[in-house]
Every structure is written in C-alpha cells, then in structure tokens.
C-alpha cells in the first residue's frame, strides 16, 4: 500500500505563503531555475527545474496514484482550470459540491463527510500508488486523524515574516517525527523528509 | 572582524518555543543524546553531544566573543545564575538594568540605548572573533537595523503547533537568504547556516 503524504515549499521561517497569499516568487524559485522541462497537465503552470531537483520532483509525480486537497486550496487555484497540474485525480474535502462541478474537470471527486472518507477514496483511486494531501489545514486534518505517514519540506531560503504557517491549528502537537529520512540541498531549495511518529 | 549571527534550535513549524515555554525537551534532544561532554561555565546546563554535533557546536561557541541578548531572555534565565553557559560576556538590551546587576555577573552589560548600541558593544568586546545574538525578538530587530550577518538553525524533528516562532515581528520581511552555506544532517538535528541577503 502507498504512503499518504503532505509536501510543500516552506520559507524558513515556516510559511507556505507570506501575507495576503504573496511570496509565492520567492519560495517557488526552484521551479523555474533549471534547464529540466517537466510536463505539466496545465499549460498555465511551467516547471523547468535544476537536474537534482527534477530527481526529486519527477519520482514525487510519478509515484502518487491521487490528490486530497482542502476547499480553500480547490478555489485558490479556481480548481486548477479543470485539470491538476500533476495530471491525478483530485479528491476535495469540501461540505458542498462548488456549481458546476464535477462536470468542469473530469478527475475531481467531491467528498462531504471527513477526512477519512476523502483519505480512503483518494487510496482507492490511487491503487497501490501515494496519495498527496494539500494544503496546510487539511495536512493538519490528516495528522490529528493519524492518517498521515510522511512530511515533505522543500525548504526554501527566504524570511516571509508572516503569512501562513504550513500546520496550522493542530491540536495534537507536539509530535515527533523520525528523521530526516532524505537530506538533499539544491539550487534555491533544500528538500527533507520526515516520517510521522504517531504516540 | 568577525560575524554578527543568530542561532536557534527550531521544530520543523517555526517554532523556538512550545505553548507556555514546553517542547524544550524534545527541540534539545541533541543536547544530550551523545558520549561528547561539552564544558559549560553552568553547572545547571550540561552538554552531552554526539560527535557530529559536537562538530558543529564547539566551534561556534569557540569562535564567539560576545553575545548580545533580549531582556525577555535574561529574564526567563535568571540572567543564567551570574554566568552565561558559554562563557562568554553577555551585552542586554534593556531599558532599564535589573535589580542586583551587573553586581551578580560580572560578565554582563547592560545597554538601553537600541540594538545598533548594544551590537558595537559587543562587537568591541568580542575582538575579531563573532558575535551571537539571542533570541527571536532581538534577532528581528537585528535584521531590522541590517546588522545580522548570518542566521544558523538547528532544525529538530517535532512539530510544536503553536509558540513561539524564531523571527517575530519581522517588517522587513520578504527577505532572501544565501544558502544554505553548510548543511549537516546529525541525530536529532539537522543543523543549516544562511547568510542575509539585504536589498
């Protein structure tokens, strides 16, 4: 069975995002800064990366099987046009189906009753592949339901100040974590990964 | 002459402090988790680290002349007994000397005329040798007044979900590091150097 995991660009200050959703620029420098074309199913969003982290970016891709992603993400992005950029199913934890849904994106299922639901549906759709949780609240979500295996940080070498911090109201803390499991420093970006130690 | 730096033992969620001043215990494991008895000038504090992050620690504190901290951290330390554990002198930054100093440390000197003051104080005293600055607050202002050179972290593996986060109040914020220079993964530790990049 695949491993359920959260991954996200942080600053090193703990941001995902600085005020009123900027910085974006800064901590995503490392998708632009390479000479590694990786497709996108989205043809508004461009990665060309660095060879190392292309080696850690593609084998991320390749392996997950399905998405979980939060209401607030789904329309931040305006549900990705329709098609996620990875090119996976997209399951929403959301308490009402947004209009016109899912007929605008074929590889979007709407899930209502918890995260466990949404967590078990994006398995199945996943095989026996990953399953990638996003963003923050939901990654949140999924550890206090203890569902969450895996914590991937692209450490990104900028002080936000303020924003968004990556767990936000996360009421089992603190909790332990076993690693890094992977160290692995490149071009305007440092990439850990650590595996939850659930008490 | 030497640097100005900042360093601090921070959960993998920004945070150099639990709720209510909790998670000491598990953000300094590495303080204690190895064979390499660190001298201290404390006998309250006791350094017992592995040899890798004995690699990363002695030198700091040997390369360190002074060190410039808060009042809130003097306080909550008790001004460490009279005796910083690393034995070097401490310049406050406060707006008015405690009761009882500098008469109870010998080593501590009290500046209440801003950070630029108190970092040319140290920066006197240190020789060519560096200078550290704690914590979180004090290091803000720092980077505020453009005084900060490089900013160290030890990342532990921990989530804290709330506290206090390293750069608080930080308005000068975004702001873009180099780095990191030196990257050493160790047990409980994953130990990162930045230098600040000033617009």
Chains 1, 2 share one sequence.
């Not at 996003?134 to 999924?142: E, K």
Request: hydrophobic share 40%; proline share 6%.
């Amino acid at each position: 069975m695949g491993k359920v995991y959260t991954a996200a660009t942080v600053s090193l200050d703990g941001f995902i995002a600085g005020p009123d959703e900027s910085g974006f620029d800064r901590l995503f420098r490392w998708y632009g800064n390479g000479d590694v074309e990786v497709p996108s199913a989205n043809p508004d969003v461009q990665f060309r990366l660095t060879k190392e982290n292309a080696g850690v970016f593609v084998p991320m891709i390749e392996n997950t099987g399905a998405l979980v992603v939060g209401r607030r993400l789904f329309d931040l992005t305006g549900g990705w046009g329709g098609r996620h950029p990875m090119d996976r199913h997209v399951v929403v934890l959301t308490h009402s189906v947004p209009e016109g849904w899912p007929e605008k994106g074929e590889n979007f299922t709407f899930v209502g009753d918890g995260i466990e639901s949404a967590v078990a549906t994006a398995r199945e759709i996943a095989g026996g592949r990953d399953v990638g949780v996003n963003g923050g609240t939901i990654a949140s979500q999924c550890l206090e339901a203890r569902l969450l295996d895996e914590i991937w940080v692209a450490l990104a070498p900028v002080l936000l100040g303020a924003g968004r911090p990556y767990f936000d109201e996360l009421r089992s803390a603190p909790l332990d974590l076993e690693g890094p499991l992977t160290v692995l420093d490149a071009k305007d970006v440092t990439h850990l990964r650590y595996r939850v130690r659930y008490p």
